[in-house]
């Protein structure tokens, strides 16, 4: 088997990845994260509807700047790169745990893309953001599994029902829909204010983001793909939208990284940096070789979906469960290695260490991915 | 698209590596191969494997990215395809693995012209074994700590001292050997050698019984054995410096002058599937999760491994590759340990026994995995030079 030696990581992508780099550092840092989202722990936690900040005023620069446009294809007016260059976008994303629909969008562009559905695609080139909203009350994302019904409208269709678990449902313009009908699973797209959208946004641990359940009564909705075509898509989009979670994952992993090893650079103890002592050395290292496994394959899956199509799938299984593991490691040691210190508001951790253990979840967990992981190797063996 | 990452040389390279394999592959030997080169214990294994390097050289696989007046191919990125066309090939390994990985490149970094015209040809072609003297009772992991020493006499050096842990010193005509040749300075008082070891006066081999049963490493005693100076490597008091040149080599992260062949990771992960399905715990979810846990750590060594070589997508130049000699190890250990696991009650069977699974494969590369996370530098030496190097964490020492 023939690997690309440089993932196909050549200098267009370096361009977006080190253009996003500094572009986030200068307007999406610690310190403006702070500011947004953990300024107040009663408003974070305790107001009566939990609050969705993020800089639209940063959003309207990366849409600018062709961020949303990256991922859709030329015919339908995006830029048509590749899918490493949109991998190391959602990392960059991750390392500064970026408050934004940005995320949601490149997930629900994959969805549209497989679908081809290039009105919508159009629209996010223009700058909405979009989500899904095809998981059901019990947290299934399997197409078959959808509570949301369609019937037949004209040229569209009214749906009811409802989806959960959308993420940034309150940050984004349209929603990308799983419903069933007669003919069975399609997809479907409805604005975020037709008539009969009901957003009821949950309470989560996670600042950086919006999540919430989305009521659908009798609501006019226009046809991405039609049924039966819609479990197809959405399992051809999957490798697609994992590897973006565990980009984001590995980006926001190498920042706990970074700043635990910095923190065991400088904190001094015993008079010495406590870096120096191996109960903390090690584990530090420890949290780097998760990191970078998780890295390593998070570039191949998004490399097989660019060049091997056929591998995307597996490699990108394997990512997510990398991802999700390093994140678990490094949101573990980021608190503990941190001390008293770590264990309070006023420290930057948990701000990371919220954001992995949702995405962690998002779309199956490690376990999860290995048990259908070998259920092919197992297979092929 | 892929882009085009090899030259049409190497494309062709690759070919003939293929086409040679596949006529020339050697019948299979009637004993059972050791893991490792640096396990082979026996005259016929040893006549075996040189036999099979030196076919190997004559055909261009080994040495192939060494100048040419050295005896090398004189190519440029031709080893890493003839390792990997090696490895798919799944021929058995070169036998010469310390001298192609460790004094090689290190002779060809620090040595005399004098010593590559006269050393490397008939190391490449497994005339010359060499072995590695560099740990001591004493200096383990505090390796700059070693004690042997070597004084001045002459145009000679005389050699006193003990080295342990010494694979392959039962055949090795050659010992790449750090010895001391001052007591004021702990790094500066290191100086790097090249010592005969088969007939030579004062030199004594002992084998050393490793927890498996077997032999296959040794250690060396050496007696007022004189080496003449034109067999030290580099400066008096250099020594420190070369020996970091050997063991980046011997961790894996610079690619010397071939290894070839031997089991593949993910063969070993194949056959851990292939176990749990004949012991019918396939079905077992626990199972399944562990052996897809290394699974994972498998691809994800495959896929940094490529990563390593892509500038851009690496943050710094020795972060991934001094990872290597960590990931591999535990990853062997593991997949060892986890055979062991899988087959219960039949996993007690060891080595010889009619009815071991694997031949008794598991129990046997578990006890052995335990040279591998210790030698070259114990694990938890590399995670302190990681730690240090890498992270910028405070010095261990």
């Not at chain 1, 909203?133 to 197409?143: D, E, H, L």
């Not at chain 1, 604005?191 to 919430?212: E, F, K």
């Not at chain 1, 939208?241 to 910095?262: F, R, S």
């Not at chain 2, 046997?364 to 114990?378: E, P, V």
Request: one cysteine or more; charged letters at 20%; glycine letters at 8%.
């Amino acid at each position: 088997m023939a690997l690309t030696k440089d993932f196909g990581f050549g200098e267009d992508e370096k361009m977006v990845r080190d253009q996003a780099r500094r572009l986030l550092r200068e307007n999406a840092g610690i310190e403006r994260l702070r500011a947004l989202v953990a300024r107040d722990h009663h408003a974070a936690y305790e107001s009566a509807v939990q609050p969705a900040p993020w800089d639209e005023a940063l959003w309207q620069e990366m849409v600018g700047l062709g961020w949303t446009a990256l991922g859709v294809p030329e015919d339908a007016g995006g830029l048509g790169m590749k899918a490493i260059a949109v991998a190391a976008l959602a990392e960059e994303a991750g390392r500064v745990a970026l408050p934004s629909p940005l995320i949601a969008t490149l997930i629900a562009t994959t969805v549209l893309r497989a679908a081809n559905a290039r009105r919508w695609l159009e629209r996010i080139v223009a700058g909405e953001p979009a989500s899904l909203a095809v998981t059901n009350p019990a947290g299934s994302w399997n197409a078959a599994d959808t509570d949301v019904t369609a019937r037949p409208d004209g040229d569209g269709a009214l749906l009811d029902g409802i989806a959960c678990f959308v993420q940034d449902a309150r940050k984004v313009r349209f929603f990308v829909v799983s419903a069933r009908s007669t003919a069975g699973v399609g997809l479907y797209v409805v604005a975020g204010d037709a008539p009969g959208v009901t957003i009821t946004p949950d309470r989560i641990t996670d600042l950086t983001r919006d999540q919430a359940s989305v009521r659908f009564e009798r609501v006019r909705a226009d046809v991405a793909t039609a049924p039966p075509g819609g479990a197809d898509v959405l399992e051809q989009a999957l490798p697609a939208m994992l590897t973006i979670v565990a980009a984001d994952l590995c980006g926001a992993a190498e920042w706990q990284l970074q700043t635990t090893a910095e923190y065991a650079r400088v904190r001094t103890q015993f008079d010495r940096p406590i870096g120096f002592f191996q109960a903390v050395k090690h584990p530090l290292v420890d949290m780097m070789v998760d990191v970078d496994r998780a890295r390593s394959l998070m570039y191949a899956a998004a490399c097989a979906l660019d060049h091997e199509p056929a591998d995307a799938l597996r490699l990108a299984r394997m990512a997510k469960a990398a991802a999700s593991d390093a994140a678990a490691y490094c949101s573990d040691r980021s608190i503990q290695l941190h001390g008293g210190i770590g264990f309070t508001w006023e420290c930057d951790v948990h701000l990371y260490v919220k954001r992995q253990q949702h995405n962690r979840l998002l779309y199956g967990d490690a376990a999860w991915h290995r048990r259908q992981l070998a259920a092919v190797l197992g297979a092929a063996a | 698209m892929a882009e085009r990452t090899t030259t049409p040389e190497q494309d062709e390279f690759r070919e003939h590596c293929r086409r040679w394999l596949e006529k020339n592959r050697p019948p299979a030997p009637p004993f059972r191969l050791p893991i490792a080169p640096i396990e082979v214990m026996t005259e016929e294994v040893r006549q075996y494997l040189c036999a099979w390097q030196k076919r190997c050289y004559e055909a261009g696989l080994v040495a192939c990215d060494y100048p040419k007046e050295y005896g090398g191919g004189g190519h440029k990125g031709f080893q890493s395809i003839a390792t990997q066309e090696m490895g798919r090939a799944a021929v058995p390994y070169m036998i010469n693995v310390i001298g192609l990985n460790m004094a090689a490149p290190t002779i060809l970094t620090h040595g005399t012209d004098e010593q590559k015209r006269r050393l490397l040809p008939p190391l490449f072609a497994a005339d010359e074994i060499w072995c590695q003297g560099f740990s001591e009772p004493n200096a383990g992991s505090d390796l700059a700590g070693v004690q042997a020493s070597a004084v001045r006499s002459g145009d000679n050096w005389v050699v006193n001292g003990h080295k342990v842990w010494t694979s392959l010193a039962h055949f090795a005509t050659w010992m790449i050997m750090l010895c001391r040749t001052s007591t004021d300075d702990k790094y500066n008082g290191l100086t790097y050698f090249i010592v005969p070891i088969a007939n030579t006066t004062g030199v004594t081999v002992r084998p050393l019984i490793k927890i498996t049963g077997e032999t296959g490493f040794n250690e060396v005693l050496f007696d007022d054995v004189t080496v003449p100076d034109s067999m030290r490597v580099d400066a008096v008091g250099k020594g420190w410096t070369v020996a970091m040149t050997t063991l980046l080599y011997e961790r894996g992260a610079a690619e010397g002058a071939g290894s070839g062949g031997g089991a593949s990771v993910e063969e070993r992960i194949g056959a851990l599937i292939a176990l749990a399905k004949s012991m019918k715990r396939w079905d077992d979810a626990v199972v399944r999760d562990k052996v897809m846990q290394l699974a994972i750590r498998a691809e994800g060594l495959r896929q940094t491994a490529r990563r390593m070589r892509v500038e851009a997508l690496s943050d710094q130049p020795m972060r991934l590759p001094l990872q290597a000699k960590l990931l591999v190890s535990e990853l062997l250990q593991d997949v060892a340990a986890a055979g062991v696991e899988i087959a219960g009650p039949h996993a007690t069977r060891y080595l010889g026994d009619p009815h071991a699974p694997d031949g008794g494969h598991w129990p046997h590369a578990y006890l052995n995995s335990y040279g591998y996370t210790i030698a070259a530098g114990s694990n938890e030496i590399q995670r302190n030079i990681l730690g240090e190097r890498v992270l910028g964490l405070a010095k261990s020492k």
